[in-house]
């Protein structure tokens, strides 16, 4: 089994993804850090019900990495937008063993004291578009939302749409139940109905 674990909002530059982020949903997110292999960094935001936000970017500070970068960040250009989401599983080797070749590759990753592998393409690009999720196994360091302060927001829908959306429900349906994920036909795209202090945004 998966569980949905966190929702990634990508920019063209890290205070980019950050402001649309504060500015959608009218709240402020705190520093995340740097990550190796990769190259990119991130801000948080902790969420209800132990989920998380992250707003992440390309690093310019950091070298290029030896590899394509996860979420499909090479070719990441516009306005900052939700661009993917993360399950999280207790053995990703084996998850893996029941998906599509697509999902495959995982990489060793760590940022601070937090040790988690995730499975990333070598290409960076998700199957169905990037409308699949990444999986990912925390190994040490506890969970990233243990450590956010709560600002009043709650997930409340996490919209899923792809021209192939019947296969996406099929391969995801012996794994993940959650009655906030709705995968339906439309266009490759992502949106996160959020309730907020200041009521519903959308992401």
């Known amino acids: ?18 402001r649309y982020v504060e500015e ?3 709240v402020p997110v705190q520093d995340g850090g ?4 990769f190259h990119t960094h991130n801000s948080l935001l902790g969420l209800a019900d132990g ?7 390309i690093n310019p500070d950091a070298p290029t990495p030896e590899r394509a970068r996860w979420f499909d960040l090479d070719r990441f250009a516009g306005q900052a937008r939700l ?5 999280r599983c207790d053995d990703l080797d084996r998850t893996l063993a029941d998906l599509p070749y697509g999902f495959r590759a995982p990489v060793d990753l760590h940022r601070g004291d937090l040790r988690w592998r995730m499975a990333v393409p070598r290409n960076g690009i998700l199957p169905f578009d990037n409308c699949a999720p990444a ?23 996490l919209e899923v749409s792809h021209p192939r959306a019947a296969e996406l429900r099929a391969i995801l349906a012996p794994l993940l139940a959650d009655a906030r994920v709705v ?10 109905h959020i309730a907020t202090p200041q009521g519903s945004a959308t992401l």
Do not use: F, K
Not at 51 to 57: D, F, K, S
């Open 1 to 18: 089994m998966i569980t949905l674990d966190h929702l990634a909002v990508a920019g063209e530059t890290l205070a980019a993804a950050t």
């Open 24 to 26: 959608t949903l009218g």
């Open 34 to 37: 740097a990550h190796a292999v």
């Open 51 to 57: 989920l998380y936000l992250e707003a992440i970017a």
């Open 83 to 87: 661009t993917n989401w993360i399950c």
């Open 135 to 157: 999986l990912i196994e925390w190994q040490s360091g506890g969970h990233p939302a243990e450590g956010l302060a709560q600002a009043g927001c709650t997930l409340e829908r």
């Open 183 to 192: 995968i339906a036909q439309g266009a490759a795209r992502l949106r996160a």
